[in-house]
């Protein structure tokens, strides 16, 4: 039995919109001994500074400050936030001999302005997850996985349907809910997926946790690669799993981050961005 944890992220990308105009899906693919392996490294880096270990933790850790304060948590939460260079780089030098892969997708969004990305939204979303969706089909196909289920972050605003709508799809016909794009892996019906999409929280679900780091240091490889910013703690730790990427060290782009539109400014410096990461 494998599985797929992922996670979204967005990010301002090359139109300097006025909301993020770049959706991240995507997270970490693995069998029982991979994922417990991830499970592991994440335990001890809480480790590190509690008992309690079952605390969250994300790669923008101020998005928990409100939950650390209610919990009574606001000291660990100063610690984690002053360390934050210190256990990333941790965690991920510590994962790069687990048998993991890293699945994503990149999707440019269909306009600048803030009502046109409000506007379409809903369906940049689904794009991005089915585009991962059918790399994860594909690495299946080759790892001949005798099961295979997909755990997803609860959604913002609360929209499950979109992904039961979209998996579903993928289950029965091998093919994308609203345009009838085939995958190329086939229906994962066929490839022993579970029939159903599964949903988790961040909060709660340590390897959910793990996808949101991994998704969070290739959101900072994007921003530089586009360059937004310049590089930091994001691409150090995603030079420590590069080789966990699918595709690596060759064929990242298309096979381990599908990149929407295939052409253009986003497709060419990523692809440039990661020829300078593996050479």
């Known amino acids: 039995m494998e599985k797929w944890y992922a996670d979204n992220s967005e990010l301002n990308g090359i139109w300097d919109a006025e909301i993020p105009d770049i959706l991240l899906f995507g997270g970490v693919v693995g069998d029982q001994e991979a994922l417990a392996g991830l499970q592991h490294a994440l335990a001890e880096v809480k480790s590190e500074y509690t008992d309690e270990i079952r605390f969250p933790l994300k790669w923008n850790l101020k998005d928990l400050r409100t939950h650390f304060q209610s919990v009574g948590e606001g000291n660990l939460y100063r ?3 002053e360390d934050a260079s210190t256990w990333r780089r941790e965690f991920f030098d510590s994962v790069r001999d687990v048998d993991f892969t890293v699945i994503a997708a990149a999707v440019l969004g269909y306009g600048k302005d803030r009502k046109t990305l409000k506007q379409t939204k809903e369906a940049l979303t ?9 790399r994860v089909g594909l ?3 080759e790892s001949d996985s005798t099961g295979f289920e997909v755990v997803l972050d609860w959604p913002e605003g609360n929209n499950s349907q979109l992904y039961a709508d979209e998996y579903r799809s993928a289950f029965e016909l091998g093919k994308t809910s609203t345009d009838g794009i085939a995958y190329n892996c086939g229906s994962l019906s066929e490839l022993g997926f579970a029939d159903s999409v599964f949903f988790s929280t961040g909060r709660e679900c340590h390897l959910l946790q793990v996808a949101d780091l ?5 959101r900072e490889f994007v921003e530089v690669a586009l360059q937004k910013r310049n590089p930091g703690d994001g691409c150090q730790c995603l030079s420590l799993i ?3 990427i699918r595709g690596a060290p060759r064929h990242v782009v298309g096979w381990g981050l599908s990149v ?4 253009g400014p986003l497709a060419e410096a990523l692809k440039s961005a990661f020829s300078d990461l593996y050479n």
Request: charged share 20%; hydrophobic share 50%; aromatic share 8%.
């Open 79 to 81: 610690r984690l936030l």
């Open 126 to 134: 689904r794009f991005a997850f089915s585009n991962a969706l059918m």
């Open 139 to 141: 690495h299946a196909r």
């Open 214 to 218: 991994v998704v969070g240091c290739l």
């Open 242 to 244: 590069r080789d966990r």
């Open 260 to 263: 929407a539109p295939t052409q």
